[in-house]
Each structure stands twice: as C-alpha cells, then as structure tokens.
C-alpha cells in the first residue's frame, strides 16, 4: 500500500466513524444542550476534564465554547485533587470526557465533583461504564474502529470527540442567540476582528478614488473619469444626486462589441440599473460576504439618502487583512 492509499485508508475510518457517531444522536444531545444554556444562562461555567488524548481534545472544546461566548475552562484531572477544584462553583456543568469511562483518574475525582451542586455530561464509548452512570447526561460516541491498525492509538474516538464538541458549541451558541456582534466582541484582533469590528466607511476608497458621473456623461468621458481615480468602475447618478446605476470596464467591453460608437453614448443608456450596493454603516463583513456570493469586483457604498459616498473594491481587502 503506497503512503497515500494508506492516508486515504485513515480518513475513511474516520469518516465512517463519524457518521456512526452522528446516527448515534438522541434526546440526550438536547438535554446536553438545555443543561449548558441553563448554566450559562444563570452566570455558570462549563469546566472541561479528560486524560491523555481525550483531555488534549477538551482544550480545542473549551476554546471553540469560550470564544463563541460559552465561558469553558480545563481543569486538570490530577491537579484538581490538590487544590485546583477552587476552580468550581455550585452551578458550573462539568464535561467530562473518556472514551473507555473508566479513566483511573477521572474516576477519582468524581467524589469531590459530587460534593459541588453542578451537572455532570460525559463524552464516552461506553454508556454502561463508570462514568456514564455518575453523569446526568452521557453522550454516546462510540466507533466501529480505531483508525490506528492495532486498534489501540485513539485516533477516530478523538475525532468524534472533537465533532462532538464542535456540535454542542454550535447547538448552544443557536440556542442562546448569538450573534455576529457578540462573535466579534470575543475576537478583536486578527483577520476576523477586523472583518467583524471594521466598518465598511472604514475600508472604501472615497473622495479623488471613488468615481461617480452624471448619467448624462458621454461615455468616452466616463472612462477618463475612471481612469483619473484608477478604477474599473463608476458609480452613475441621477439629476438629484442619487445612485441610478454602475458602469465597469465589463459594461464597455460587451458594449463595444455590440454598439458602432459607444464612446459617444450616454451612461444612462449603457449602465447597469439597481447596481449592488451597500451602506457605510454596515460591518465589513458584509461586504465580504456580498463578495462571495454575488462574484463582483467592486461595491459601491451608499449613504442613508442613496448617494454614492465611497467604493469597496475587493483587490483592497487582502492589503487591508480583512480577507
């Protein structure tokens, strides 16, 4: 078996093991879900505990959790019996995560977690062992195989896992109603801060490099325009000063392919109507996402009264490190 049938033989065991894990889902999962939403509801947190892989596993969790707004911390299995359960609180819901369940040193500090008024939820392949019967909700995430060939290396229990906690985090974050603002409050710096915190006035291009014509401008006067603030395209008003339509280097292109002297035109006659565009109040986000989806170069940015103020042009995003 060459190395890349091998990979490829590794990521349908654990691809299978996946879709085993999510035909596994059953009222339980609610009952995770209204069981963290009430904690989080009254100010708890949700404290992560594991072994080995599995306790590596529950740090990716516990981030994925706290920075959509579900305050999560790690506690440290063996630390926790020398100090570190000060962490909890009456209240907190404890995620305990073991594929066999019957982890030595998660066992032991069940009796000092049941000391505390909280809610235990376990992650485990074994609904019948230890831990499952000690929780209040015990998630099934049990799979036909390791991906390891001796089926020892935990490799597909950890992914599923991790999907596992990736699913919860996204169930709750619904569930409690967050929000793109709320996302951006928990991530200020970094591609996504400045995507979520930045505006789109903050980003467009304005004054001698946003390009805007009289409909009535001949077209040959129009590409002048464009060219003076290094644009391809010009954002086309009516007589009151208001947006009436876009005119890119596209629409002159197909025109000159179609009209005997479109240099000689007015904008008005070649321009295209109800254009894209967007406030400049609106978050840079989206105007990222209008990028994705509508397959355009440039936004034109309105005010409240629908006059051109400013261009978002997407060959800007990548220097501005909003992409």
Known sequence: MTHIAH????????????????????????????????????????????????GNIGFKIAATLTSTGSTAVVLNSVDALHGDLGIINDGDVILALSYSGESEELLNLLPALKRFSVKIISFTGNLKSTLARHSDVSLNVKVPKEACPFNLAPTSSTTAMLVLGDALAMTVLEARGFTQKDFAKHHPSGAIGRAMLSKVGDIMRTGPRNAIAPENLSVKDALFVMTQAKSGSLAVVDARGKLAGVFTDGDFRRHMATDENPLSQPLKKVM????????????????????????????????????????VDSQDLPKLKIM
């Not at 299978?16 to 939403?37: I, P, Y």
């Not at 708890?44 to 080995?52: P, Q, S």
């Open 272 to 311: 295209t109507r109800n254009p894209i565009c967007i406030r400049e109040d609106a978050l840079a986000a989206e105007a990222l996402k209008i990028f994705n989806e509508r397959n355009i170069d440039d936004l034109i940015v309105v005010n409240a009264r629908r006059e051109p103020v400013g261009l």
């Open 7 to 54: 990979a490829r033989k590794v990521f349908d065991i654990e691809l299978a093991a996946l879709k085993a894990v999510r035909a596994l889902l059953d009222t339980s999962f609610d009952l995770a879900v209204e069981t963290l939403v009430e904690a989080l509801k009254r100010r708890g947190k949700i404290v992560i505990v594991g072994i080995g892989k599995s």
